[in-house]
T-cell receptor, first 116, second 116 residues
């Protein structure tokens, strides 16, 4: 079984400061890791993914995430937060299985609020 | 533009009534998914389909039914057996096959279902 934990329901950060949204995972096998963002009453938008290779992954809107295999973590980061980054963030994981439907397991979400 | 269209955006259900949520995609994706989103619980998989005329139960399929008569369409019916249907429902799609292993799921903008 695979699982994802987002230990913080809410993260507050001042505009211009760096932000981190935490994610840890548990899988049997090699993980494929994703971050999505959700604005109110909207669907999820893909931000970035880790498949293999470089542990630091860069994505949309200046976000990046660091894959740490020993700590089974995939924290989302941004050097300088914007008020417009305020949204609900989801981490998701799936195990690589060729040819089959891609069942994602999602974390419970972290509400990020960037204060002006 | 290619994407996923969910309709209606808001839906109300009376006691004992079945309601159907529409999901259409023009991305030519093989796989389609239905998720339920409740506050603080992240996304939970209801049903998914890898190919026309075939679908599998997810983690919370009880009280729901689906069909996949066309590649681009994957409607979800919330039956009267679902005693707590109030939630935000999200439809997604993805590529299958080895080429799609590292590709993210694409989401629609959701349908919010409430009980009258």
């Amino acid at each position: 079984a695979q699982s994802v934990a987002q230990p913080e329901d809410q993260v507050n950060v001042a505009e211009g400061n760096p932000l981190t949204v935490k994610c840890t995972y548990s899988v049997s096998g090699n993980p494929y890791l994703f971050w999505y963002v959700q604005y109110p009453n909207r669907g999820l938008q893909f931000l970035l993914k880790y498949i293999t290779g470089d542990n630091l992954v860069k994505g949309s809107y200046g976000f990046e995430a660091e894959f740490n295999k020993s700590q089974t973590s995939f924290h989302l980061k941004k050097p300088s937060a914007l008020v417009s980054d305020s949204a609900l963030y989801f981490c998701a994981v799936r195990v690589s299985v060729s040819g089959s439907a891609r069942q994602l397991t999602f974390g419970s979400g972290t509400q990020l609020t960037v204060l002006p | 533009d290619g994407g996923i269209t969910q309709s209606p955006k808001y839906l109300f259900r009376k006691e004992g009534q079945n309601v159907t949520l529409s999901c259409e995609q023009n991305l030519n994706h093989d796989a389609m998914y239905w998720y339920r989103q409740d506050p603080g619980q992240g996304l939970r998989l209801i049903y998914y389909s890898q190919i026309v005329n075939d679908f599998q139960k997810g983690d919370i399929a009880e009280g729901y039914s689906v069909s996949r008569e066309k590649k681009e369409s994957f409607p979800l019916t919330v039956t009267s057996a679902q005693k707590n249907p109030t939630a935000f429902y999200l439809c997604a799609s993805s590529i299958l096959g080895n080429r799609g292993q590292d590709q993210p799921q694409h989401f629609g903008d959701g349908t919010r279902l409430s009980i009258l």
